[in-house]
């Protein structure tokens, strides 16, 4: 319940008292740098690309490889509290997160510096004295039990860390575990530094990607208060010249803006929702079908402290936050050439906000937007024509970390809007508002036609989602079902424990499932854990359906590779890596008035195991402040 105060406001408090809170054992340094180290928040509203850095233009590394050297750093206090990534680029130090280009089949290094904690030796060394790192060490678990999900028990497990350790996430990338490890921590070594070693796969389709924090505990933080940037693995030959790509990256306001106007004190809600949790010992298991559960009753009351929630189910009592696009207030300010083809690469770089994308005339008539690529992946599927083909819609919905790539061209004079719109978030959930992101405008003609495109509605049958899609019908019996539900509570003091909120994504396919939150658990000198919540064969197709029991929405990403969103666009199938998860439905609860009951709202997705590295990596709500308090699984492949 008022998700949005939490989201923020306990990040900034958590950064703020760093110095004061002590870090988990193993922890070497101590104190917190204050410097200025990242650039002032505020920037122009006319829009700025981030630096392009060209990993092929990097210096070489001890080991020959190009490396870019990425130190996280803190700065600022209050609401103009920030994280940033400084490093060197052509001769200048920059701190601007920077669009990383790669192609298919580079091999690259890149470090990832912990200037958090205090100043690490990590950065100034050659990379051959950079020790292996190892995964992030969890306390020990103290386990409580509750009654969840369809009288299930929970095994709660409750974890608190300052956002002071941080890793590396390339997220959309398809290589093996052993380059891409999430479970790994800067601060498992004196040296706090993690050197990665990557080979972008040959198959990776060419298109836009994210990279991010995934230290658990502290993502939330990190991404919402400033790390989080584009990589883009380019076609073979560029069909666009540079100055026709922009990068358009959502993100928090810096300083923190929260639009409180409508937001009642949704105080009183945690309180009763507390005290019903409590009030559940002792029930029995419901019988239940995993891919039509039936309704059940929300955590969080109707009425409380005389405020009462939206009857409809979709407005939540946590406040708005204003947005920022590449650092720009939005909206920000974007001049393109008159009749040149322009590819806007727009990227989610919030921790926890979902956006409804519109494009609108001067008038406010919606204009239909011509996606190319969802995360990455072309919708013709053909890297050496990523722009080929496209799907007309007139809104797209990306959650943190989505990307879609869109292609338009205008006429001489003519503006566009960009635009955010106001959509279901649930009562659980946070208010979600109108908001303008880009203003477009047309110069002239130029004199000489720089550039010329074909780009054609796409055949969906013809792409890679389509043809998935086609395989699953036509082999129903080959396709394992899965059923994955989303839940959420809140829990009384217990012990040492504090009240808290917890999430947890639970397979319950069979009636045995104990919800229980993200706890990785490592054989001595292992790098991944050893204790999967699910394990899928290589070679396999699934589908899984995603089933949001509670009254806010969520964000299923999975690493290592891509599924089809069966409706990505209403009635089309595209490849995606981060779907959104509507909000369930509310309905009269004749028992208990002010619990109303949750209908479980379903999303299916089909992920194709076929082309999967055999590994061991994670899937969990991108909405990170559910993530970092348990919203995420350990998946295995063999
Ligand atoms: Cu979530």
Redesign the pocket.
């Known amino acids: 319940m008022n998700a949005r105060r939490f989201v923020l406001l306990p990040a900034l408090a958590a950064v703020a008292s760093m110095a004061t809170v002590a870090p988990n054992a193993g922890f070497a340094a101590a104190g917190v740098s204050h410097a200025n180290m990242c650039a002032p928040p505020a920037g122009a509203q006319e829009l700025v690309d981030p630096p392009n850095v060209e990993v092929w233009n990097l210096p070489l590394n001890a080991q020959g490889d190009h490396e870019l050297i990425l130190a996280v750093h803190h700065a600022g206090h209050g609401a103009g509290e920030r994280f940033c990534y400084r490093y060197l680029w052509s001769g200048v130090v920059q701190t601007v997160a920077p669009t990383i280009r790669v192609h298919q089949g580079e091999h690259f290094a890149i470090r990832i510096v912990n200037d958090i904690v205090g100043p690490s030796k990590g950065e100034g060394v050659a990379s051959t004295a950079i020790p292996p790192c190892m995964p992030m060490a969890m306390p020990a678990p103290v386990t409580h039990h509750y009654v969840g999900y369809l009288n299930h028990t929970i095994d709660d497990r409750y974890m608190k860390v300052p956002p002071v350790d941080t890793n590396l996430h390339l997220h959309g990338f398809e290589g093996p575990e052993s380059e891409e490890n999430i479970f790994l921590s800067t601060l498992s070594t004196p040296m706090h530094a993690c050197e990665y070693h990557v080979t972008i796969p040959a198959t990776q389709p060419a298109g836009t990607y994210m990279y991010h924090p995934h230290a658990h505990g502290a993502s939330d933080a990190q991404v919402a208060l400033g790390l989080a940037g584009v990589w883009i693995v380019e076609p073979r030959a560029a069909p666009l010249p540079d100055a026709d790509e922009h990068v358009i990256m959502l993100r928090y306001r810096i300083p923190v803006v929260l639009d409180n106007s409508f937001a009642p004190d949704g105080t009183p809600f945690v309180a009763a929702a507390i005290s019903h949790e409590a009030s559940r010992a002792g029930a029995t298991p419901v019988p239940y079908d995993p891919f039509n559960p039936p309704p059940w009753p929300d955590s969080y009351p109707m009425n409380a402290g005389g405020i009462a929630s939206d009857p409809n189910g979709c407005d939540g009592l946590g406040s708005d936050v204003l947005m920022s696009v590449n650092g720009a207030d939005a909206p920000a300010k974007l001049t393109v050439p008159a009749g040149v083809p322009q590819l806007l690469r727009i990227v989610n770089g919030t921790s926890d906000t979902a956006s409804a994308l519109q494009l609108h005339d001067e008038s406010g008539k919606v204009q239909p937007m011509r996606l190319v690529g969802l995360d990455g992946i072309p919708v013709s599927g053909d890297s050496a024509r990523p722009l080929a083909t496209y799907v007309s819609t007139g809104e797209v919905m990306i959650t943190s970390m989505s990307r879609v790539d869109v292609l338009m061209t205008l006429e001489p004079g003519q503006k566009l809007t960009l635009s955010t719109e106001h959509y279901c978030m649930g009562v659980d959930g946070f208010f979600e508002g109108h908001h303008n992101l880009v203003k477009i405008s047309a110069g002239a003609v130029p004199a000489t036609q720089t550039s010329t495109l074909d780009s054609a509605p796409a055949v969906i049958a013809n792409t890679p989602a389509g043809k998935l899609v086609a395989f699953a019908h036509g082999h129903p019996s080959a396709v394992h079902r899965r059923a994955l539900t ?1 839940t959420e509570y809140f829990f009384p003091k217990n012990g040492k424990v504090p009240a808290h909120d917890a ?1 947890y994504v639970t397979e319950t396919t069979n009636p045995n499932f104990h919800e229980h939150p993200f706890w990785p658990t490592y054989a001595s000198g292992a790098t991944v854990p050893s204790n999967p919540d699910i394990v899928v064969k290589r070679g396999s197709v699934e589908e899984w359906y995603l089933i949001n029991a509670t009254m806010e929405t ?2 299923f990403h999975i690493h290592q590779m891509a599924f089809v969103q069966e409706r990505a666009v209403p009635g089309v199938p595209l490849m995606a890596d981060t779907v959104f998860v509507p909000v369930g439905k509310l309905l009269p609860n004749k028992r208990d008035p002010n619990y109303a009951l949750v209908k479980p709202r379903i999303t299916k997705i089909l992920l194709d195991f076929r082309n999967v590295p055999r590994g061991t990596f994670v899937f969990h ?1 991108h ?1 990170l402040f ?1 993530e970092d308090r348990g ?1 995420m699984a350990i998946v295995k492949v063999v």
């Open positions: 989303f999430y969520h964000a709500c909405m559910h919203m």
